[in-house]
Every structure is written in C-alpha cells, then in structure tokens.
C-alpha cells in the first residue's frame, strides 16, 4: 500500500491545462473531487447518470470561478462500446487530449452471502463497478497517449484488497479493479507518459457508505473534500512516473 508525501500540499494551479474526466461525478467522493480539481485549474468532464446532479456541479465549478467543465450524461448499466467511442471521439473533437480519467462510479450492490446473493445484482454490481471501467479504459487508451503527463486512477476499496464475508460482488469487483490497474500498468509502464494506479478512499460520508452501515454516526466519518489531497497528488505532475500503485486515500 502506498500513501501520498506527508505534509503533501498541492499547488494552486497544479491542474492548469489538464482535461480530467470523472465518472460517477454527480454525488458522494466524484461530486467533491471533481470540484477540487476544478478549483485546483482542471477542465474536467463530468460523467454521471442524473443530469441533474451533472448541471449541479457544473454550475458549483462555474461560480467558484473554474475553468469551463463539460457535461457528459452516460448510464454505466446499459453503456455499450460504442457509446465510449462516441465519448472519446467528442472528447477528441473538443480537447485533442485526455490527461487525467478517475474511474469513480460504483454500485454496492447488496451485502449479502454468496449463498443468498441475488445473480442479477451481482451482474449489475460487476457491470459498473468493473466491465465499465475496462471498456471506458480502453476507448480511451488513444486519446491519452496525446497527453505527455496523463494519469488513470481506479477506485478500489479495502475488500478490494482483503475480501471478507457478505462484501460479495463488491469486493469482486474491486478485486478485478486491482488486477486490470495492475495489468495496465505493466502493459504501458515502458512508454513513461501514462500511469495506473488504485485508490483506498477510506471511509468517506456518502449515500454508498450510508447505505453499507446505515447505523454509524456520519459525523464521524471524513468528507470527499477532505480526502482531495490523494486525488490531486495522483492526477498531477506530482506522481508523474509512479504507476501500478495501490493508493490509500487516509
Ligand atoms: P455514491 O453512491 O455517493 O456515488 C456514486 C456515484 O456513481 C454517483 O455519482 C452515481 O451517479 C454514480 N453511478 C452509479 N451508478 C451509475 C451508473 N449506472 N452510471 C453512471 N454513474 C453511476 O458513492 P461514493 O461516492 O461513496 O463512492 C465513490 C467510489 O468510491 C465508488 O467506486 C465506491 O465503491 C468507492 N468507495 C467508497 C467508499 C466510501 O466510504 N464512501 C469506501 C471505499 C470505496 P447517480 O448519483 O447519478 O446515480
């Protein structure tokens, strides 16, 4: 497990020029992040299911006085391949380049035993939480090869790393989200302009977390704002080079 510099402070303008797309950014963790890295000179490029969410944080980066953030609404669930290559190819249209891509979007699913766990969900949950992230990944693939700094982050989770009891799907999930960041990075450490890498989040007060252990005291729980500082070492030129890392966000 890896950890950002103690003491890590980030530049103001550490994300100036780049072009970050995050998914899941309408809510919870990729709501905060994406903001942070507006605020920080990212244009970055917010996909999500609920265009309301979307136009919500678009208007937040706009009267924080971020760069220009773009809106791309896409349902992880029923997203065909073509529909990445559609995606990429507006990005290339309107930016010529990828520079930072932070796979977020996720589903718990049910917490459950294998015994009991519904198929559906567990296919539902292994869909956006893993098959997703792999095809948007590799629609991608070309348009990050034009950034000479670009940075793919996948979001993991502790069962990720140490499955345990009714995580179910969940925790395959973030399993295989371990295993395909690790494999991309072994398959592109030799070209130096492009790392992958996972992050932890850690506990973090969302309506996922919310959902997996509705009896904790949230107020205890740390902000998606307050665990930016991980996100934004990894998507800036900070942790150029550093790839096929796991990360822990706290
Ligand atoms: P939230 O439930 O708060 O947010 C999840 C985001 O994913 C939402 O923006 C949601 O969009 C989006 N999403 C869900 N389904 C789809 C879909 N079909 N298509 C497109 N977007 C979709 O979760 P968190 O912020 O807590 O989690 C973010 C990531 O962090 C996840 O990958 C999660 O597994 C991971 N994580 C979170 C932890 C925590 O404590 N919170 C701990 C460890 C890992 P919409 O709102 O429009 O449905």
Request: charged share 20%; hydrophobic share 40%; proline share 5%.
């Amino acid at each position: 497990m890896t950890t950002i510099p103690r003491g890590y402070t980030p530049s103001q303008d550490l994300l100036k020029q780049r072009v970050i797309l995050v998914t899941g950014a309408g809510d919870g963790i990729g709501r905060g992040v994406a903001k942070g890295f507006a605020a920080h000179g990212a244009t970055v490029i917010l996909l999500g299911k609920t265009i309301k969410k979307l136009e919500s944080v678009y208007d937040e980066i706009l009267e924080a006085g971020g760069p220009l953030p773009g809106i791309y609404p896409m349902d992880l669930m029923g997203a065909k391949y073509k529909d990445y290559e559609d995606l990429v190819a507006a990005l290339d249209k309107e930016y010529g380049r990828l520079d930072g891509l932070l796979h977020n979007a996720g589903i718990l699913g049910e917490r459950a035993p294998i015994e009991h766990h519904e198929v559906h969900i567990w296919q539902q949950v292994l869909q956006i939480n893993l098959s997703a992230p792999f095809a948007l990944t590799k629609a991608c693939l070309e348009l990050l090869y034009k950034s000479a700094d670009a940075s793919v982050t996948f979001t993991s989770s502790g069962v990720g790393r140490k499955p345990r009891a009714y995580w179910g799907a969940y925790a395959v999930s973030k399993a295989g989200i371990e295993a395909l960041s690790a494999i991309l990075a072994d398959e592109t450490e030799h070209r130096g302009t492009l790392r992958f890498n996972s992050i932890n989040p850690g506990p973090v007060r969302t309506a996922m977390r919310h959902q997996a252990f509705p009896a904790e005291d949230r107020d205890k729980l740390l902000t998606p704002e307050q665990i930016l500082p991980a996100y934004l070492y990894l998507f800036g030129s900070d942790s150029k080079g550093i790839t096929g890392q796991q990360f822990e966000a706290q």
